[in-house]
């Protein structure tokens, strides 16, 4: 079993909706990481939170805004997305972000219509 | 920017046959993992490496980092059904001792015939 958990599992907007994936970890970890999986592809980093600042924003449209509101919890809020985000949106933590040992969730599955 | 090369991109083999992957790069890496991805669910980290030359084990499977820090492979000996997945390779660094970065290979799909 995960020890990062994401909500929902799946999700179906559309263009103009406003949405948010949340993903929480009770693990005492502080670095949190947002990434997007496309179908057959590596997972591509998009934000890293490091002790509850945003460290890393791999250049990703302002559509898509992060949010650390504590240690344990990561929120990812959508607006305005295109047909093209649809993905797997993967949560992830490391214990201080200075290794590579992530935790992943098992994703929220978004489409966009 | 920074990426890794991993083969193969498929492997099909019966249960019970021997796997290897790797992993190149033309950068070097403070760490170098492995991690397996199943249908559905986020990746798992298999197997992390630390140190040049560093030979690890974790059950049946056995990984090395490369000498030169800029390669590594992953050996599963006597495959079962339960392996399949995807398999992704990834190198890790530290920039100025700042934030890690990690960089993910394409990964390797493994099916195995019962």
């Known amino acids: 079993d995960t020890e990062v958990t994401q909500t929902p599992k799946h999700l179906v907007m559309g263009m103009t909706n406003k949405k948010s994936l949340k993903c929480e970890q009770h693990m005492g970890h502080r670095a949190m990481y947002w990434y997007k999986q496309k179908a057959k592809k590596p997972p591509e980093l998009m934000f890293v939170?490091?002790?509850?600042?945003?460290?890393i924003n791999e250049s990703v449209p302002s559509r898509f805004s992060p949010e650390c509101p504590n240690s344990s919890l990561l929120n990812l809020h959508l607006h305005a997305l295109q047909p093209e985000d649809s993905a797997l949106y993967l949560c992830?933590?490391?214990?201080?972000?200075?290794?590579?040992?992530?935790?992943f969730g098992e994703g929220s599955r978004l489409t966009v219509l | 920017g920074q990426q890794l090369n991993q083969s193969p991109q498929s492997m099909f083999i019966q249960e019970g046959e021997d796997v290897s992957m790797n992993c190149t790069s033309s950068s070097i890496f403070n760490t170098w993992l492995w991690y397996k991805q199943d249908p559905g669910e986020g990746p798992v980290l298999l197997i992390a490496l630390y140190k040049a030359g560093e030979l690890t084990s974790n059950g049946r499977l056995t990984a090395q980092f490369g000498i030169t820090r800029k390669d590594s492979f992953l050996n599963i000996s006597a495959s079962i059904p339960s392996d399949v997945g995807i398999y992704f390779c990834a190198g890790h660094f530290l920039p100025g001792g700042s934030q890690g970065n990690l960089i993910f290979g394409k990964g390797t799909k493994l099916s195995v015939k019962p």
């Open positions: 939170y490091s002790y509850e600042k945003l460290s």
């Open positions: 992830a933590s490391s214990q201080d972000g200075t290794s590579g040992e992530l935790f």
